[in-house]
């Protein structure tokens, strides 16, 4: 069976802290972010053609023994039933990893459906999970950062997700991406404190250059030496309930 993968990169050192991952892009998405930059995924996904998944795994195959898994991003990949389907076939298929050596998968979310998450965890599909925090818990706030109106049933589906990656036993990272215009310093750290325990929170800085709200261009980002700062001290809260 072919799937609408609507992007593929053979290799990224990026993508998977640590690893060297393959990465396919899934189309559609529940949010409309305004910082978005993969947004034609989620507007116009007719507008690439898919991916058929025997050259992938062909590809893949070529490159046994150096990729260290894949990463499956999107768009949201959680919305499309056929997911667990496409995992399971990536690490059933046959020479893709060495022998004896599983295919790590990586799943990167915004954590709006909490329970494909715990179903995918508890399968054993997922070696990695990175669900991205879009800023102040509270439904108002979310909601003008994903630009999509948005109740406190969302926002409990996002607090499961939170709960999922926090209590289990996988390989897992929060991640933030900073828009200054849209968070604040110590809305940085609060959100680091409600994440204590977990095993990475990364904050990723603004890129201007093709967001899907215009006005953004003009939104000067974070500088480096402060986002290092905010990183610093963000790695010190969620380490916190360790050490407690």
């Given amino acids: 069976m072919d799937y609408p993968i609507k992007g593929f990169i053979e290799t990224s050192f990026s993508d998977w802290p640590?690893?060297?991952a393959a990465v396919l892009f899934l189309p559609s998405c529940n949010f409309r972010c305004l910082y978005c930059h993969n947004h034609d995924l989620v507007f116009l996904p007719e507008k690439y053609p898919d991916f058929p998944?025997?050259?992938?795994?062909?590809?893949?195959?070529?490159?046994?023994?150096?990729?260290?898994?894949?990463?499956?991003?999107?768009?949201?990949?959680?919305?499309?039933?056929?997911?667990?389907?496409?995992?399971?076939?990536?690490k059933s298929a046959a020479g893709l990893s060495p022998p004896g050596v599983s295919?790590?998968?990586?799943?990167?979310?915004n954590g709006t459906r909490p329970e494909v998450l715990r179903n995918l965890m508890g399968?054993?599909?997922?070696?990695?999970?990175?669900?991205?925090?879009k800023g102040p818990l509270e439904a108002q706030r979310y909601a003008s950062i994903?630009?999509?109106?948005?109740?406190?049933?969302?926002?409990?589906?996002?607090?499961?997700?939170?709960?999922?990656l926090l209590q289990g036993p996988g390989d897992?990272?929060?991640?933030?991406?900073?828009?200054?215009?849209?968070?604040?310093?110590?809305?940085?750290?609060?959100?680091?404190?409600?994440v204590r325990g977990a095993k990475r929170y990364t904050l990723q800085n603004f890129?201007?250059?093709?967001?899907?709200?215009?006005?953004?261009?003009?939104?000067?980002?974070?500088d480096e030496q402060a986002l290092r700062q905010?990183?610093?001290r963000v790695n010190e809260i969620i380490k916190e309930k360790l050490a407690s």
């Fill in 18 to 20: 640590g690893k060297v």
């Fill in 172 to 194: 897992h990272e929060f991640r933030t991406t900073l828009v200054p215009t849209f968070i604040g310093e110590e809305e940085v750290y609060a959100l680091a404190r409600r």
């Fill in 230 to 232: 905010m990183q610093e």
């Fill in 103 to 109: 295919l790590g998968i990586k799943l990167d979310t």
């Fill in 123 to 133: 399968e054993g599909l997922l070696d990695y999970v990175a669900m991205d925090l």
């Fill in 53 to 90: 998944l025997g050259e992938i795994v062909g590809n893949l195959r070529k490159r046994s023994g150096w990729i260290d898994g894949i990463c499956i991003t999107g768009g949201e990949p959680t919305l499309h039933s056929w997911l667990p389907a496409l995992i399971r076939f990536l």
């Fill in 207 to 222: 890129d201007p250059r093709d967001p899907l709200e215009e006005g953004l261009k003009s939104v000067v980002p974070f």
């Fill in 146 to 164: 994903t630009g999509v109106p948005l109740g406190e049933e969302v926002m409990a589906q996002i607090q499961a997700s939170i709960q999922i």
